[in-house]
């Protein structure tokens, strides 16, 4: 026993140990490049209803992207209550014009928590400013049928809003955005409700928040 033990003394410094680290950091994974333009389709939802849209994107560096955008949705008035009946007709008392808004923006996205928050998350806050149309139709004359009496009026609009885009797919954007619209009339408004009940007020106030959903393709 005495020549294993006296053995071992000799042997064991001539053998090279290697310690492995506890908790060594793993390296970060280097971010994700996004294609800079991405281009795709609106879906929007509002008190007015649902709407549509498009927009065209193009990041000019990791955080802030440049963007137009154009949409159609229905505006309505405060006031404005529409009933339904056990038939399932529907009854607006006393509006007078559909009003529909075409507003053209054109604005800045910046991203938020660029490196805090995982890539397939990416959040942002957004705002945009452009020349709005907004089409007022009969509203006693068949939806498609009133479009051949509209009438359009010229604005100045815009709106500001939050949302983040999913995913880590470079070839298909899906993002979810809400916003909130401002399209005023710096002059007269426009009449959706009868005046008579809206003891003579024009709306000179559209737009409202809006949550869209964003469907496209990053290229």
Do not use: C
Not at 102 to 120: A, C, H, S
């Amino acid at each position: 026993m005495k020549y294993l033990i006296i053995a071992a003394i000799l042997i064991i410094p001539s053998i090279k140990l290697t310690a492995q680290g506890i908790g060594e950091i793993v390296p970060d994974k280097p971010p994700i490049i996004f294609p800079k333009n991405a281009f795709g389709l609106d879906v929007m939802f509002s008190e007015g209803g649902i709407g549509a849209g498009t927009f065209y994107r193009r990041a000019v560096s990791e955080t802030v992207t440049l963007f137009t955008d154009f949409s159609i949705s229905e505006a309505k008035d405060p006031q404005e209550f529409t009933y339904i009946d056990i038939f399932g007709q529907t009854e607006t008392p006393n509006k007078v014009n559909r009003a529909f808004l075409l507003p053209i923006n054109f604005g800045m996205q910046y991203r938020l928590f660029e490196n805090v928050i995982f890539d397939n998350l990416r959040p942002y806050i957004d705002a945009a400013i452009g020349p709005s149309i907004v089409v007022t139709t009969p509203f006693d004359r068949e939806y498609f049928n009133a479009f051949g009496k509209a009438h359009a009026r010229y604005t100045l609009g815009g709106y500001f809003g939050i949302g983040a885009n999913f995913g880590l797919d470079k070839s298909s954007l899906v993002g979810l955005n809400v916003r909130y619209y401002i399209i005023h009339f710096f002059n007269q408004g426009i009449e959706i409700l009868d005046p008579t009940v809206t003891n003579g007020r024009l709306e000179n106030d559209l737009g409202g928040i809006f949550i869209t959903l964003n469907i496209g393709m990053m290229y």
